[in-house]
């Protein structure tokens, strides 16, 4: 879920991201996309300290990319059951975490699928993902925040957590729409999404992990992006 430079070996998910991600995530079934397996680890907190012991550094973003957050799970739900808006066209997954919802814009049709993240475990997990489940997703380890992007369609799965992420989001959002892609956004109810800027299309009951959300289960809502 983070999304800000590029490196062929970021890029790609080096060896080390990989190994790590594997030593430390099980891939199942999702019990509400069960078309869907995905690497997840048993517990955040332990799992961001050993991610900073592997780095040898501290203050890094939680690990993203090892649970399926919910806002993810309604957006991935949202295209598989509503497919023609990924079907045959060219789909960016910004700030892609595991690749949840990448996998699924794949599995519905998109004619080319990109994941996107500045993380380089999140980019070494979706593309094992992606194998995991036999679809071809592209990675893109840039900051694309701000720049044009060759997509019909960007899918943003619970990116609205952070206030000062949020005020990167807004404008990029607002001229992405402006220049014809479809941004699509899932999101829980988190405290930044500008709901004057959005439209709602669907909303989708998924199930939560307590520890995550203190919750075990929350409502999602799908927004199509119309500018601020």
């Known amino acids: 879920m983070t999304g800000s430079a590029q490196n062929p070996v970021a890029a790609n998910g080096s060896d080390r991201h990989r190994d790590f991600v594997l030593a430390n995530t099980c891939a199942a079934a999702l019990p509400s996309l069960p078309s869907i397996r995905l690497r997840q680890a048993d517990e955040a907190h332990e799992l961001w300290h050993r ?21 993810g799970l309604g957006l991935a739900r949202f295209v598989l059951d509503e497919p023609r808006f990924v079907r045959g066209k060219r ?8 690749g949840l919802v990448a996998i699924a ?7 080319e699928v990109t994941a996107c993240d500045t993380d380089p475990f999140a980019l070494a997990a979706a593309k094992l993902n992606a194998a995991g ?21 960007l899918l943003a799965g619970d990116v609205f957590y952070d ?6 989001l807004v404008p990029w959002f607002d001229a992405l729409a402006r220049a014809g892609s479809e941004v699509l956004v899932g999101d829980p109810g988190r405290a930044y999404l500008p709901r004057g800027a959005v439209e709602r299309l669907a909303e989708l009951r998924v199930p939560a992990s307590a520890a995550l959300e203190d919750a075990e289960a929350k409502t999602v809502t799908i927004w199509r992006w119309r500018g601020s």
């Open 133 to 153: 489940n036999g679809v071809e997703v592209a990675l893109d380890g840039t900051d694309r925040i701000g720049r044009p992007v060759d997509a019909d369609t």
């Open 51 to 71: 991610t900073e012991r592997e780095l040898e550094t501290s203050g890094l973003p939680p690990p993203f990319w090892a649970f399926a957050w919910v806002g």
């Open 163 to 168: 206030a000062g992420f949020a005020a990167r």
């Open 105 to 111: 814009a794949a599995q519905a049709g998109a004619a």
């Open 91 to 98: 789909v960016l997954d910004f700030a892609t975490g595991s």
